[in-house]
Nanobody, 124 residues
Framework: QVQLVESGGGLVQAGDSLRVSCAAS????????IGWFRQPPGKEREFVAS????????YYTDSGKGRFTISRDNAKNTVYLQMDTVKPEDTANYYC?????????????????WGQGTQVTVSS
């Protein structure tokens, strides 16, 4: 079992930077691949970024490449999503999720454990 708690969301202006965090706990938390997903208002949940258990491999959706950076601190069992030059279309509830192995994936169904989400709102 892995428990996940997101934090760091809020209201920011377009062009600002924001970092959201995902605190993971549980026996396999430090080795699990972690993904960030988001769900804009009225839309489906979508993949944003993923990081392997070791932190050496990352994978981004095209909309996040160059603006978003995923990283992890396994000593703190925390995964971060740094969002730079945010846009109004980045407005969404951001979720982190954990796999039962250490390999990255952009597929929602590949993730077994989910947090409750943190809201990010970007004003224009």
């Amino acid at each position: 079992q892995v428990q996940l708690v997101e934090s760091g969301g809020g209201l920011v202006q377009a062009g600002d930077s924001l970092r959201v965090s995902c605190a993971a706990s549980g026996r396999t938390a430090s080795s699990a691949a972690i993904g960030w997903f988001r769900q804009p208002p009225g839309k489906e949940r979508e993949f944003v970024a993923s990081i392997s258990g070791s932190g050496q491999t990352t994978y981004y959706t095209d909309s996040g490449k160059g603006r978003f950076t995923i990283s992890r601190d396994n000593a703190k069992n925390t995964v971060y999503l740094q969002m730079d030059t945010v846009k109004p279309e980045d407005t969404a509830n951001y979720y982190c999720a954990a796999r039962t192995n250490s390999y990255i994936s952009g597929t929602i169904s590949a993730y077994a454990y989910w947090g409750q989400g943190t809201q990010v709102t970007v004003s224009s």
